[in-house]
Each structure stands twice: as C-alpha cells, then as structure tokens.
T-cell receptor, first 112, second 113 residues
C-alpha cells in the first residue's frame, strides 16, 4: 500500500471550510484514497473514498489531483464536533489481507 | 450506534491475568478486525478474520489470540497481561474486506494494574 504524508495538526475556525491535505506520491493505478476520522477515544469513522474523480457526500468532499499524487479532504462548514484526528489511507479496494493501516493522521482543531 | 458491539466497555485487571474481549460485527459483515490503540501509539492492526478463518496478522503478540465463531462474533484473548497492554482495543467489521465502509465499535478500554 502506498505511503501517505499528512500535516500533524491544523486549526480551523468554526463555520469555515477545513481543507486537509494528503500526499501520496507513490500511489498506484488501482489504489483508492480513503479518509477516516477519530473523534477523541471513539472508534474511527469512515468519511469518504475516491479513485481519481472528485467525490462528495453528506459529510465531506474529496479532491484528488489529476496526477493522483495528492488529495484534499474538505469539510465545507466545520463545526466544533469536527474536531478529530483525520486519517488518509491509500490501498486497493479489494485486498485479501483486508486490513487498513492507519498512520499518524492530522489532528484538526475547530475553534469558536 | 455503529452496529458493531464491543463488550465490556471498560476492564480493569491485574498483571499476569487473562481477559477476553468480545465483538459482534454489523449484520451481514463477514470480516472482523482487531486494533490496539495505546497512549503513545497510533491505531495498530492486530488481526483479521473472515467468515471464521484468520485472514491477516499484524503486530499481534504471542500472548494474544483471537477467533471468530460460526455466528460471526469474535473474541480477542489477552493473557499474561503486562502494564504495557493497557490500551483501547477496537473491533471493526466490513463486508468482504472492502476498504471503504469499515465500521468500528466504541472500543474496550483495558487497564492493567
């Protein structure tokens, strides 16, 4: 699975968009980008995933660059409840091993 | 409620003891994953079961073992406990090993004293 690099921490003002970057320069053609988040001591929560097209759901938008070497998770109107550690993970959609490997993630603090 | 149930929520035990953590996956999910999260470490993958069979192993200690039963619930057994085993233990489930849509339980907080 390709390695990802994320900033260790970010701040965002409540009500503003939070843009969380992720670098994955070694991503291969059949690997997807997945985002999960973990609110303090809770189980991680799936947010969104994508291959090469931009994706949007009720939680967030995912923008993947044309060369697929980086992506950005966008929380359009961040709230205090979005304060969490956000993990960017790259891997194939099907994997006999099946496991998700979490890195250190980005700790997002949404401030009033 | 995520649909993945972990029991107990909290567990305090002494060094040298043995405990069993239980996980009931979301209905229809065949894969179960166990993760350990201690204060100074991130989420560490321990082991995966798929429909009763071990599918992948991570950094799981020999003192730890797991199994998945015919009704698909899973148990993680931790023995000869040490202080360093104190951690949050999460169980997740997914359908057929697809990487999206993993559903995590709320975890078991184990404290070894």
């Amino acid at each position: 699975d390709a390695k990802t690099t994320q900033p260790p921490s970010m701040d965002c003002a409540e009500g503003r968009a939070a843009n969380l970057p992720c670098n994955h320069s070694t991503i291969s053609g059949n690997e997807y980008v997945y985002w999960y988040r973990q609110i303090h001591s809770q189980g991680p929560q799936y947010i969104i995933h994508g291959l090469k097209n931009n994706e949007t759901n009720e939680m967030a938008s995912l923008i993947i660059t044309e060369d697929r070497k980086s992506s950005t998770l966008i929380l359009p109107h961040a709230t205090l409840r979005d304060t969490a550690v956000y993990y960017c993970i790259v891997r194939g959609i099907y994997n006999q091993g099946g496991k998700l490997i979490f890195g250190q993630g980005t700790e997002l603090s949404v401030k009033p | 409620d995520s649909g993945v149930t972990q029991t107990p929520k909290h567990l305090i035990t002494a060094t040298g003891q043995r405990v069993t953590l239980r996980c009931s996956p979301r209905s229809g999910d065949l894969s179960v994953y166990w993760y350990q999260q201690s204060l100074d470490q991130g989420l560490q993958f321990l082991i995966q079961y798929y429909n009763g069979e071990e599918r992948a192993k991570g950094n799981i200690l020999e003192r730890f073992s797991a199994q998945q039963f015919p009704d698909l619930h899973s148990e993680l057994n931790l023995s000869s406990l040490e202080l360093g085993d104190s951690a949050l233990y999460f169980c997740a489930s997914s359908e057929s090993g697809v990487a999206y849509g993993y559903t995590f339980g709320s975890g078991t907080r184990l404290t070894v004293v």
